[in-house]
């Protein structure tokens, strides 16, 4: 098998969150013997050794546009808070879809052709989570030149979607998109897949996320000199457990080393905040605590199975991991066996005190949990499942 892929981004050291599992599941394809190119929506294209890097047609224009994205945000009135009846655009993000679409959808048309004409053999085009307002007609034209099936892989189910308040830095992609222009919608959210069919997508697939078992694996770090550690950024949507599991327990374990790696976290208690040291610096922070916690935003939390990386990047590590209510958690980890839940502020600081004082139950858990992962959640078994969900349009 043969895919081109249009990925959000390729640059790791961009704020863009799914790009490490992007890294990932190309590399997983790859693996399993998937022949894969790989052309970025936002900044350079960038060679690996799991895939041909096929260049940005429109990388000025993307430069550009993140720019005056920015100072138009600034400038203009903030979105309307969306509502189940009320997904208003603000006035920076009409004006950017509305420039994208005269101006940088035509360049991915022809971008995408010329590929396609020179690789014959390529069996489908597959969108990564970029923004499907601002390329509305590109999939259209592609599958009527070229026949091939162009499916759309939404990772940030179900935050992305109209209905759901989104994040402040990101993009608003379905307002004016064309879902029924896809052959097939993918989501990492088993839940959402009910409010893309509403949306007006053909068919619908869920692909979780998983984690890379060679990536994210565990080192001897000698001591564990960390109690408990929360690896994040933002505060954003998980304000109330971050109180609950960091800011107040770090209170009431006073002799409990706490730590955080993030941004915008706000008031975190008495936990030290550790210096950002590159992506790769997570394992060796994972490693080094006794707990690790894992705080999902609210979107997520609530609508049932949307996965999200860190549960099995975590547990890939062989961490103890300590999660808060997560509808779905149960889908892909065994509560009490391979996580920890905790549902309150009171239950969180007696479960930390417990676990501090059981090496050997803590070292149980995180080696179950990363045999969990090796049997069921790799990049290789997602990338496998991928495949099938290609081969079905086929």
């Given at each position: 098998m043969k895919l081109l892929f249009v990925v959000s981004s390729l640059d790791l050291t961009q704020p863009f969150s799914a790009t490490p599992a992007w890294w990932q599941l190309l590399k997983g394809l790859y693996e399993v013997g998937v022949e894969v190119l790989a052309t970025p929506y936002q900044g350079p294209a960038i060679e690996s050794l799991w895939w041909r890097a096929e260049p940005n047609p429109a990388k000025l224009y993307g430069d550009a546009f993140k720019l005056g994205r920015d100072l138009l945000q600034q400038v203009l009135p903030p979105?309307?808070?969306?509502?189940?009846?009320?997904?208003?655009?603000?006035?920076?993000?009409?004006?950017?879809?509305?420039?994208?679409?005269?101006?940088?959808?035509?360049?991915?048309?022809?971008?995408?052709?010329?590929?396609?004409?020179?690789?014959?053999?390529?069996?489908?085009?597959?969108?990564?989570?970029?923004?499907?307002?601002?390329?509305?007609?590109?999939?259209?034209?592609?599958?009527?030149?070229?026949?091939?099936?162009?499916?759309?892989?939404?990772?940030?189910?179900?935050?992305?979607?109209?209905n759901m308040r989104g994040f402040a830095s990101g993009f608003r992609i379905y307002q004016g998109a064309n879902l029924a222009e896809y052959s097939g919608f993918i989501s990492n959210s088993d839940g959402g897949r009910v409010l893309l069919d509403e949306l007006g997508a053909r068919r619908t697939h869920t692909l979780y996320y998983g984690a890379d078992p060679d990536v994210f694996s565990p080192i001897d770090v000698g001591q564990q000199d960390v109690d408990v550690l929360f690896y994040g950024h933002g505060r954003e949507y998980r304000s109330e457990w971050m109180d609950a599991m960091l800011a107040k327990p770090s209170h009431a374990l006073p002799d409990a080393r706490f730590a955080a790696r993030g941004t915008k976290l706000g008031d975190i208690g008495r936990t030290e905040s550790l210096p950002y040291l590159s992506f790769s610096k997570l394992r060796e922070y994972a490693c080094r605590s006794k707990i690790n916690l894992c705080i999902t935003r609210a979107a997520h939390a609530t609508m049932p199975r949307s996965s999200s990386s860190r549960p099995f990047e975590l547990s890939a590590m062989g961490c103890c991991v300590v999660a808060n209510p997560y509808d779905g958690l149960e889908t892909w980890f065994e509560p009490n066996r391979e996580v920890f839940v905790v549902q309150s502020a009171e239950e969180a600081i007696e479960r930390y005190r417990y676990l501090l004082a059981h090496d050997a139950e803590r070292r149980q858990v995180g080696e179950a949990a990363r045999r969990r992962v090796l049997a069921e959640h790799t990049f290789q078994q997602r990338a496998r499942q991928l495949c099938a969900i290609v081969r079905e349009y086929l």
């Open positions: 979105s309307p808070t969306p509502s189940p009846v009320n997904d208003a655009e603000s006035l920076s993000d009409q004006f950017i879809r509305q420039t994208a679409q005269r101006l940088i959808a035509p360049l991915w048309i022809t971008h995408l052709d010329r590929i396609l004409t020179r690789h014959t053999d390529i069996d489908a085009l597959i969108f990564l989570t970029v923004p499907l307002n601002h390329l509305v007609g590109v999939a259209e034209a592609i599958q009527a030149k070229h026949g091939k099936p162009v499916l759309y892989y939404d990772g940030d189910v179900p935050a992305s979607l109209p």
